[in-house]
């Protein structure tokens, strides 16, 4: 069978081939601002204070984490820049939902907060965020610190958890990287209903305007967190694969797992 | 590395036939535009409303005409394009050792 050299040419042309699919997926679907954080505008000034001086903190520690982690090991940060890029694009990529005829976006904190940590996660998160709501008319900056508890801490919190916990009772791989994934984006549009509730309820209740957002997420998030399970659930595997020795310096995997 | 011809002749079909997929389902789509709102607009700018708080434009406004689409072109290009540098360091480290 005739069998030549995979080159560099081959891997540059499958790499410009897969850009501009990610690009052109972005540049089809994207018809409006429409934007699936809490938008510019809309929680009230000190309830926007409150997230914001809520979130600056976990930022200052992620970033102290990153120096100290990149410092001892340098395949650290090539993992963080590729997390950066993927949350980045998750995050701000709208998927259509027939069943609820509306769009919405997964999160991508899931992998980054098993992979690199929740503490860098959201340092990842918030760098995504800022860009996005800067340029992209996506979130805003008054509503960044909001944007950023739901999905950059609880969603990798609750990614993160979900993943150790099933995998100290001896869960295989995937299946845990799909809890995470699939409760890591629940999680963030939990905390969405609540932060939402809480600015805008005025003088009636909480919990039923809680409650009636929470409903309203269901539909379109439903199924997205299934799909966001898959996503994480693949992309470990996939990099299980490809490099199981990093998950183990990832504290991923225990060295005995990674034949 | 290597790997057969027909693999490689094989694997270029599929992905000429995925991107050839990708163009036929994706344009209806920005068409459907009010169709399918995101959740910011059927969620929770909704039920804002309804208690009397309205979005703002942003800061940086780049929701003008086709300039938002640019904008995600130039973000969508940027990202994959970190994305697929920083996976290929990290594959092929493995190859190098």
Redo the contacts between chains.
Sequence with gaps: ??????SQA??RK??V????????????????????????????LPWAVFWSLLAVPLVAYGLYKLRKLSATDL?FK??V??M???V??IS?M?I?VPT?????HPCGTAISGILVGPAISILVAAVALL?Q?????HG??STWGANLISMGVMGSLAGFLTFKVLRSMKINLALSGFAAGLLADWATYFT?SIE?AS????N?PFMP?FS??LI??IP??LPLGILEGAMTAGMIVLLYK??P??LVRMKVLKPEEAV | MTIPSSKLKAQSFGMMLLLLTAFCILPPLPLAGEKWPGVDESVIQKVAKEHGKEAKTSLINTDQGDLLLFVFLLAGAVGGFVAGYYWRVITEKRVNK
């Design positions: 069978m005739q069998k030549h050299r995979l081959h891997i499958a790499g081939t897969l850009l501009l699919l990610t690009a052109d997926c972005l540049l089809l679907t994207v018809s409006d601002a429409h934007a699936m954080h809490i938008s510019e505008g809309i929680l009230p395949s090539p993992l820049g590729l950066a890029a993927v980045f694009i701000c709208p259509p609820a005829g509306s769009c919405s860009i709501a800067l340029f992209l008319a805003g900056l969405t939402l600015g805008i309820k005025g009636s305007l009636k957002i309203a997420f379109t998030q490809k490099r020795d990093l």
